[in-house]
């Protein structure tokens, strides 16, 4: 079965330094990977996928994502941190099966002044 | 357009009661699904629907019945609630790879 691993529970970050957070995922062949991000009390909102072609993506917010297939991974890179980043942060690969998603069980980021 | 809409967004429930999660999308998709999230294991999908009339288990179906009258409309129904099903409920839809969530819905079983 397919698994979505995010290794880390919480991550503190200053203001305006960079940001990794790592997604590894257990898949047969190429998934679709994707990074949610959820506010407090929010729904959940797209930051980036990718399907195929070049492994690095750009999302929103000046986020982006590399796929590493000889690591399973999909981390998320932001250069600077702003304090309105703090918020949880889901990665998420798409099931066989049609649009059926596996969620980590995410990562909590705070940013610090 | 509204997009995925919930309602209610807080509701609290006696154990044994039955209610019925709405979710709503207006930008006639035909993928919609219901997932619910707790703390350390992030979203687990319950079922999902394809189409009008189609539905189908997710990862998480027991306890949990749902239907698919038409395009828009997903509700979510528990016939017997326990305090296992205290969680936040998402509804998504989607008609390509990217799924469009709802602000969720915070159930309590008491």
């Known amino acids: 079965a397919q698994s979505v691993t995010q290794p880390d529970i919480h991550i503190t970050v200053s203001e305006g330094a960079s940001l990794e957070l790592r997604c590894n995922y257990s898949?047969?062949?190429?998934?679709?990977l994707f990074w949610y991000v959820q506010s407090p009390g929010q729904g959940l909102q797209l930051l980036l996928k990718?399907?195929?072609?070049?492994?690095l993506v750009q999302g929103i917010k000046g986020f982006e994502a590399e796929f590493k297939r000889s690591q399973s991974s999909f981390n998320l890179r932001k250069p600077s941190v702003h304090w309105s980043d703090a918020a949880e942060y889901f990665c998420?690969?798409?099931?066989?099966?049609?649009?059926?998603?596996?969620f980590g069980t995410g990562t909590r980021l705070l940013v610090s002044p | 357009n509204a997009g995925v809409t919930q309602t209610p967004k807080f509701q609290v429930l006696k154990t044994g009661q039955s209610m019925t999660l709405q979710c709503a999308q207006d930008?006639?998709?035909?993928?919609m699904s219901w997932y619910r999230q707790d703390p350390g294991m992030g979203l687990r999908l319950i079922h999902y629907?394809?189409?009008?009339?189609?539905?189908d288990q997710g990862e998480v179906p027991n306890g949990y019945n749902v239907s698919r009258s038409t395009t828009e409309d997903f509700p979510l129904r528990l016939l017997s609630a326990a305090p296992s099903q205290t969680s936040v409920y998402f509804c998504a839809s989607s008609y390509g790879e990217e799924q469009f969530f709802g602000p969720g819905t915070r159930l309590t079983v008491l």
């Open positions: 898949y047969g062949a190429t998934p679709y």
């Open positions: 990718y399907f195929s072609g070049d492994t």
């Open positions: 629907s394809v189409g009008a009339g189609i539905t």
């Open positions: 930008m006639n998709h035909e993928y």
């Open positions: 998420a690969v798409e099931n066989t099966g049609f649009q059926k998603l596996v």
